[in-house]
């Protein structure tokens, strides 16, 4: 599709509920980018993809963290066992990576609202 | 380690002026990204700038590679503008790290 587009757009979760989103990025971006955004203003980048690789998971937690972009399907964030703190918005972004000027440029899906009652 | 500065961190100016943010940030990041946040909650890049300078109808973003800065300023400011704009600087490995964000209030 021409946007980036994330499902669903809420999720309310009880601590210890798994949680799972789903990201499908823009036809013909091979890059794929999770953010959390904690409060107002603080984003934390968490993992990205380049196709359905590992691209660079320095900012995933160690525990109850985990992602995948498999062929043919949206790519996935999954919390397991949630925590209060893992109430946030999360982001998805897609870019093509060209290496060409521009083309690193990353366009943002709406988010998901996960809140950890 | 990559950092991203930005100031003010929040502005209120009367319709029409003349909007200027302000970014610093540190080595190692090799592009920057201008976002704006709505109120609603969601993003929209405004610019990517590796170089010089870029603009879009009332928006222009410069960037001084040798000050590792960039600006984003806006003419004739107008209530719409309202909203949050952060600067994201882009890492060798396309990771952003975000500034803080400057809270825009444009009054009619």
């Known amino acids: 599709g021409e946007e980036v587009a994330q499902t669903p757009k809420h999720l309310v979760r009880g601590e210890g509920q798994k949680a799972k989103l789903y990201c499908a990025p823009i036809?013909?971006?091979?890059?794929v980018f999770w953010y959390q955004q904690v409060l107002k203003n603080e984003f934390k980048f968490l993992i990205s993809?380049?196709?359905?690789?590992?691209?660079?998971e320095t900012g995933m937690p160690k525990e109850r963290f985990s992602a995948k972009c498999l062929p043919n399907s949206p790519c996935s964030l999954e919390i397991q066992a949630t925590k209060l703190e893992d109430s946030a918005v999360y982001f998805c972004?897609?870019?093509?990576?060209?290496?060409?000027?521009?083309?690193?440029?990353?366009?943002f899906g709406p988010g998901t609202r996960l809140t950890v009652l | 380690k990559n950092e991203v500065e930005q100031s003010p961190q929040n502005l209120t100016a009367q319709e029409g002026e003349f909007i200027t943010i302000n970014c610093s940030y540190s080595v190692g990041i090799s592009a920057l990204h201008w976002l704006q946040q709505h109120p609603g909650g969601g993003i929209v890049s405004l610019f990517m700038l590796s170089s010089g300078k870029k603009k879009h109808g009332r928006l222009i973003a410069t960037i001084n590679i040798q000050e590792k800065h960039s600006s984003l300023h806006i003419t004739a400011s107008h209530p719409r503008d309202s909203a949050v704009y952060i600067c994201?600087?882009?890492?060798?490995?396309?990771?952003?790290?975000w500034g803080a964000g400057t809270k825009l209030i444009i009054k009619p």
């Open positions: 993809f380049q196709n359905e690789n590992v691209f660079d």
């Open positions: 994201a600087g882009m890492d060798s490995n396309y990771q952003l790290i």
């Open positions: 972004a897609s870019s093509q990576n060209t290496g060409l000027a521009g083309g690193n440029e990353q366009f």
């Open positions: 036809k013909g971006h091979s890059y």
